[in-house]
Nanobody, 121 residues
Framework: QLQLVESGGGLVQAVGSLRLSCAAS????????MAWYRQAPGKQRELVAR???????NYADSVKGRFTISRDNAKNTVYLQMNSLKPEDTAVYICYHAVVVRRGSYESDYWGQGTQVTVSS
């Protein structure tokens, strides 16, 4: 199985930037879907950005134009570059990997522990 470890979170001022990293270890050969979620206290978990092995990327409307998801296969790492941060971006950001076998279904999936991002005004 996979172990996912996030890093890069912290406290920043509005309009500032952060880059989150998700380093994967273990069996990663079949992973074909990678994503970042976020969750604030009392709120539902939200899909922020996702990327497939083909390089296709998708973003939540709230972060389009500000966030960029990318990956470095040699380092088994997925990144989330966050620019022009807003207080409403404050949340725990959680890395997610999956082996997708069909639309809407997966063989296995893996969650990181999350990293806190706090944006002050």
């Amino acid at each position: 199985q996979l172990q996912l470890v996030e890093s890069g979170g912290g406290l920043v001022q509005a309009v500032g930037s952060l880059r989150l990293s998700c380093a994967a270890s273990g069996v990663i050969f079949r992973v074909n879907y990678m994503a970042w979620y976020r969750q604030a206290p009392g709120k539902q978990r939200e899909l922020v950005a996702r990327i497939s092995l083909s390089g296709s990327k998708n973003y939540a409307d709230s972060v389009k134009g500000r966030f960029t998801i990318s990956r470095d296969n040699a380092k088994n790492t997925v990144y989330l570059q966050m620019n022009s941060l807003k207080p409403e971006d404050t949340a725990v950001y959680i890395c997610y990997h999956a082996v997708v076998v069909r639309r809407g279904s997966y063989e296995s999936d893996y969650w990181g522990q999350g990293t806190q991002v706090t944006v002050s005004s």
